[in-house]
């Protein structure tokens, strides 16, 4: 089991080794025999993170030739540096401390734990039924692993979610046993429907089994994993319709999928940092991914911070885009001023010394506040238009981070072997 750590994490090197990035920054240093290189175990720019990155690094030493190999990997924790990679000069007098990596692996194995496990835990199979008072139907049965949206058995109705009651109905409508009825028994009918599927609802729960590893993509990171490559297959096709024909329509589904992602992808990417932050034998099966994603998100155009790629700016430039090509209603440029010299604001009334819980009936009230308390809900949502180019390294992005979501769950699964 250790040999197989050993032997990713190993290869997660080798193909950092192997970067541009790396060739580029090695060639800036002069390093010599026996001089220790360590990798940085967090590349993305942390902003507003729970977790602390961990204090546990990887580093190679270069070989009596000068070269930089992965033949030996060591830990250390002495160290607290912020760029990609730091050179250790053996001839420093503040060498730190390093452990052998096979010897770290062993102890960070003891100290796994099972939770982190959830993410790739057996969902196991569980319907939920509820009786639904329909002719000839008398039970509603949710099957969460049914391919089809509805099924018919033995008097039973079998639906695959919990989560459209419209498109539901209208496939039950489309039963034999509901078209014979009156309009208004149709609307009985519909009306408890509604009234099961919404107490379905609560009590719909996926069970995981903690000690049993899916081998499929029924997992909590498998359903993740297998809906980003799905996205990601989206974003390139309304990107190459949009790049050869200035599609609008391609534009707006390439916002769409941004925003969506910008906002349900990130979180999940802050779970799994997170994981790696707590568990750093996880950031070393998957350094590799974690470095190119980072290098994907320094490639967006225009925003950068302290050379890593920032969630919260990345956030901010898709609002942007989004807000640029769908709040055209009222657009304006910037805020609007009114110039109120000469104005006369009539005075009515000045109320002070409400209790403390209405603090807010503390105003002067004058003639035609009530226009100015209208006029002040309007609002103006920031733009950002964005060039092609963006959209392209974007692209990189969502994809970089499928392969990182996909090498996580593999990590996991290595380790999850007893």
């Known amino acids: 089991m250790s040999d197989k750590v050993f032997k990713v994490i190993k290869s997660n090197i080798n193909a950092i080794l192997q970067t541009d990035h790396f060739s580029d ?49 060591y830990v250390t924790n002495e160290l607290n540096f912020n760029t990609d990679f730091k050179r250790i000069s053996h001839k420093s007098s503040n060498i730190p401390k390093i452990e052998e990596l096979n010897v770290v692996i062993k102890k960070e194995m003891k100290v796994l734990g099972k939770l982190i496990f959830l993410l790739i835990g057996e969902i196991e199979n569980e319907d939920i039924e509820l009786e639904v008072a329909f002719p000839d139907f008398k039970k509603l049965v949710f099957r969460h692993t049914q391919k089809e949206l509805l099924t018919i058995e033995r008097s039973q109705l079998y639906i695959n979610t919990v989560d459209d ?66 996205q990601s297959d989206e974003y390139k096709k309304h ?111 000045l109320r002070l010394f409400s209790s403390h819980n209405k603090k807010g009936e503390n105003v002067l009230k004058y003639e035609d506040d009530e226009l100015v308390e209208i006029l002040s809900r309007f609002t103006r949502a920031p733009e950002r238009n964005m060039s092609i180019d963006f959209f392209r390294r974007n692209k990189d992005v969502i994809e970089k981070t499928v392969k990182f979501v996909e090498e996580k769950a593999n990590a996991l699964k290595i380790l999850a072997v007893k």
């Open 165 to 230: 009651e419209e498109m539901l109905w209208e496939e039950i409508k489309k039963c034999n046993e509901i078209k014979k009825l009156k309009i208004e028994e149709i609307s009985q009918y519909e009306e408890n429907f509604i009234k099961v599927l919404s107490k379905m609802r609560e009590t719909a729960n996926l069970k995981i089994n903690l000690d049993k590893c899916s081998k499929t993509s029924e997992s909590l990171l498998g359903k993740f994993s297998k809906s980003l490559s799905s």
């Open 25 to 73: 920054w090695l060639s800036k240093e002069k390093v010599e025999k026996d001089d220790l290189i360590f990798f940085n175990n967090s590349f993305i720019f942390r902003q507003n993170f729970k977790t602390n990155k961990s204090d546990k690094v990887l580093g190679i030493q270069v070989d009596k030739n000068g070269k930089t190999t992965s033949s030996e990997i």
């Open 239 to 349: 990107l190459k319709k949009f790049v050869s024909s200035d599609d609008q329509s391609s534009l707006h589904d390439l916002l769409r999928i941004a925003y969506n992602f910008s906002s349900d992808a990130l979180t999940l990417l802050e779970l799994l940092i997170g994981i790696s932050d707590l568990k750093p034998i996880v950031s070393w099966l998957t350094l590799s991914s974690h470095y190119e994603l980072a290098h994907a998100f320094r490639e967006i155009p225009w925003k950068k911070s302290s050379g890593k790629g920032s969630f919260a700016l990345y956030k901010e430039m898709i609002g942007g885009a989004r807000n640029h090509a769908f709040h055209n209603l009222f657009s304006l440029p910037c805020a609007v001023e009114v110039n109120m010299k000469g104005v006369q604001l009539n005075a009515r009334q």
